[in-house]
């Protein structure tokens, strides 16, 4: 079983940025995909970015550009730098990793507001 924690969201200004991260835990043998997706009020949930752990990333095109995503495989954590942030960038996001399956973290609230 993997546990999943994710933390660094909050509240921000527009243009201001935030850095969550999440932090893989428990029987963990490999882990191939991490991602994070985002999920607004009344909208789908839908994929930020993700990156392979050969280090191939992949972001949505509302933010190219902006965020950036990395991860620590000594650490099994995600990160996503998230810079020039906009009203429309709020959300709960979600990481997601693949390693014997899916596991899903469990949200932190984004929120871009002036």
């Known amino acids: 079983q993997v546990q999943l924690v994710e933390s660094g969201g909050g509240f921000v200004q527009p243009g201001g940025s935030l850095r969550p991260s999440c932090a893989a835990s428990?029987?963990?043998?490999?882990?191939?995909?991490m991602g994070w997706y985002r999920q607004a009020p009344g909208k789908q949930r839908e994929l930020v970015a993700g990156?392979?752990?050969?280090?191939?990333?992949n972001y949505a095109d509302s933010v190219k550009g902006r965020f950036s995503i990395s991860r620590d495989n000594a650490k099994n954590t995600v990160y996503l730098q998230m810079n020039s942030l906009k009203p429309e960038d709020t959300a709960v996001y979600y990481c997601?990793?693949?390693?014997?399956?899916?596991?899903w973290g469990q949200g932190t609230q984004v929120t871009v507001s002036s």
């Open positions: 997601v990793v693949n390693t014997d399956r899916v596991y």
């Open positions: 990156i392979s752990s050969g280090g191939w990333s």
């Open positions: 428990g029987t963990i043998f490999s882990i191939n995909y």
